[in-house]
Nanobody, 121 residues
């Protein structure tokens, strides 16, 4: 089991960038698949990116502007976002699961509380 805490959100102008962090506590962090999801107001929670030792997976909308990475020595997963757009405004959630990278949020057993990203135009 793993516990997750996100940070790094805030108010950013369109065209800017930021890096979200997800600090994890728990045994065998490096063996877990980690994912990032986001949920905009009135929208369903959607997959953004995921990472495991086999590689990374991105949603179509995230390709080119989003980069997921992890530092196992720090038990931390990151989401780098560049060229932010107003449509990127959402609460971003970190998630973990045992198994391959998945796009369905129901495949992830562990969740953080989220960090809010607001992009102004």
């Amino acid at each position: 089991q793993v516990q997750l805490v996100e940070s790094g959100g805030g108010l950013v102008q369109a065209g800017g960038s930021l890096r979200l962090s997800c600090a994890a506590s728990g045994r065998a962090f490096s063996s877990y698949t980690m994912g990032w999801f986001r949920q905009a107001p009135g929208k369903e929670r959607e997959f953004v990116a995921g990472t495991r030792w086999t590689g990374e997976l991105y949603s179509d909308s995230a390709k080119g502007r989003f980069t997921i990475s992890r530092d196992n020595s720090k038990n931390t997963v990151y989401l780098q976002i560049s060229s932010l757009e107003p449509d990127d405004t959402a609460v971003y959630y970190c998630a973990a699961r045992q198994g391959i990278v998945a796009r369905n949020r129901y495949d992830y057993a562990y969740w953080g509380q989220g960090t809010k990203v607001t992009v102004s135009s």
